[in-house]
Structures are given as C-alpha cells and as structure tokens.
T-cell receptor, first 114, second 111 residues
C-alpha cells in the first residue's frame, strides 16, 4: 500500500503523559498536513509542512503541541502533558500540487486521554 | 474557517441519485470548490473539485451554478457504501490555500 500511513492507530494514555504520532506521507508528496477531529465535527487544520519547513500553524496548536518533519519525509506530532480535551482523532494528509492538488489522508491516530 | 453551508443530514434510496447541495455565497474568483467524504472511522477521501465548469469523474459529478455561489454534488446511483459525511470546501488564496472543513452533510443511503 503506497498511501499515507499513520502510527499508532490507537493510543490510550493518562493525563499528563506525552504522546507522539508518526505520519508517513505518499513518497512523492512534498506537502504534509496535520488535522484534529473530534466527534461530530469536521477535521480542524493544525499545521502543514512544505518539505521540511513548517509554514503555517493554527491557533489551535498550543505550546504543548509540536510537529516536525525532518528531511522532508515522515512527520511526527508530539503532545506534551496531555489533557482530556486532547482526546481526538489526529489525521495526517499529504499532497503534491500547490494549488489544485487534493489531499490524501491517512486512517488517523485516535487518542484517548484518561 | 469554513466558508460553506451544507444541510446537516440527508437520506437517499439505494440506486437513486443523491444530490448534495452546498452554498458558498462569498466565494472568490480564484477559489475552487472541493468535495470530500468521510466514511465512519476512516480518513476523508477526495471526490472531485471544480472552478467554474461542471466536472465529472468516476465517482461523481459536480454542478456549479453560473454565479458560483452554490454547487451540487451528484452521486448518480447511490449504494449503501456511499453512506458517509460529505464535506464541501472552498479553497484558494483567500483561505491561504488551506482546506478548512465544516461539519458536512451526513448522507444515509437507505436499502
């Protein structure tokens, strides 16, 4: 399968712990996006990378969140000192073309904070 | 933020055409209309997009009004596997070329 892959698919953690999610985009795609989705809502934009540069961050991305994309390949999203409000599906997507290119999403990583 | 308005839910009989409307009255000339769908517990899936002209692909047709203030996604022969949440998104320079999702339309295809 050459689609976008995310790991882990499910994560249960206790409040205050740190968690990290990984996303492997489609190999030829230079843009990578992170979204968060809570129950009953559409995906909310968090941040995106063009190659290794993080070009935009949403105000939803608090100081406890950090994303990286070393070498412009895979990306990680880390949440420090998790809170119950962080419980959500974290979706990764990648794309190639700047203007008309559609996003290809992974299956998501579901986080449950107890 | 989302610039579109969609009905929260719709039903469609299996085998019939599903017509999903979307209002985007503030769309700018360089903004595209995209449609995605999300089947339960999966990531969103791209369906189709267009600027001015009607578009068709193997999944669906997109009809954009002449004033571009609204559009309709048409699934010509709905199947049970088309049950999903459908998102209409306006994307262009006014949105920083980002995809901002609203709450979409939950389509239920009824046997």
């Amino acid at each position: 399968d050459t689609g976008v892959s995310q790991d882990p698919r499910h994560k249960i953690t206790k409040r205050g712990q740190n968690v990290t999610f990984r996303c492997d985009p489609i190999s030829e795609h230079n843009r990578l996006y992170w979204y968060r989705q809570t129950l009953g809502q559409g995906p909310e934009f968090l941040t995106y990378f063009q190659n290794e540069a993080q070009l935009e961050k949403s105000r939803l991305l608090s100081d406890r969140f950090s994303a990286e994309r070393p070498k412009g390949s895979f990306s990680t999203l880390e949440i420090q000192r998790t809170e119950q409000g962080d419980s959500a599906m974290y979706l990764c997507a990648s794309s190639w073309e700047l203007y008309t290119g559609e996003l290809f999403f992974g299956e998501g990583s579901r986080l449950t904070v107890l | 933020d989302a610039k579109t308005t969609q009905p929260p839910s719709m039903d469609c009989a299996e085998g019939r055409a599903a017509n999903l409307p979307c209002n985007h009255s503030t769309i700018s000339g360089n903004e595209y209309v995209y449609w995605y769908r999300q089947i339960h517990s999966q990531g969103p899936q791209y369906i189709i997009h267009g600027l001015k002209n009607n578009e068709t692909n193997e999944m669906a047709s997109l009809i954009i009004t002449e004033d571009r203030k609204s559009s309709t996604l048409i699934l010509p022969h709905a199947t049970l596997r088309d049950t999903a949440v459908y998102y209409c998104i306006v994307r262009g320079s006014n949105t920083g070329n980002q995809f901002y999702f609203g709450t979409g339309t939950s389509l239920t295809v009824i046997p």
